[in-house]
């Protein structure tokens, strides 16, 4: 499956952002999603996923109460909206598909390109 993520952009501290990723080349809906992130020096990690049915979702501590996950599988789409950004939420955010349900890096086979969210404080 290939990813592509959209949603790039430069927003306030406090203020919102919605990223998306459009899934093309196999069943979307076979897959779990992911979003994790990569600040500039820091190791990517692990933001927050959705099961394949998006009955379930995971969230890292840090994002909890402010992001959603989200899917549309009639647009082989996955969301994050993301509300109360924080500076420290300033990362390369990338989306993923894995076979399951994960938290980890290594569990997802399919990344996309990246998309780059700035937040000034």
């Known amino acids: 499956v290939q990813l592509q993520a959209s949603g790039e952009g430069l927003v306030q501290a406090g203020g919102s952002l919605r990223l998306s990723c459009a899934a093309s080349?196999?069943?979307?809906?076979?897959?779990?999603m992911g979003w994790f992130r990569q600040a500039p020096g820091k190791e990517r990690e692990f933001v927050t996923a959705i099961s394949r049915s998006g009955g379930r979702t995971y969230y890292a501590d840090s994002v909890k109460g402010r992001f959603t996950i989200s899917r549309d599988d009639a647009k082989d789409t996955v969301y994050l909206q993301m509300n109360s950004l924080k500076p420290e939420d300033t990362a390369v955010y990338y989306c993923?598909?894995?076979?399951?349900?994960?938290?980890?890096?290594?569990?997802?086979?399919?990344w996309g390109q990246g998309t780059l969210v700035t937040v000034s404080s």
């Open positions: 993923a598909a894995t076979n399951g349900l994960a938290y980890i890096t290594t569990m997802y086979a399919y």
């Open positions: 080349g196999r069943t979307f809906s076979s897959y779990g």
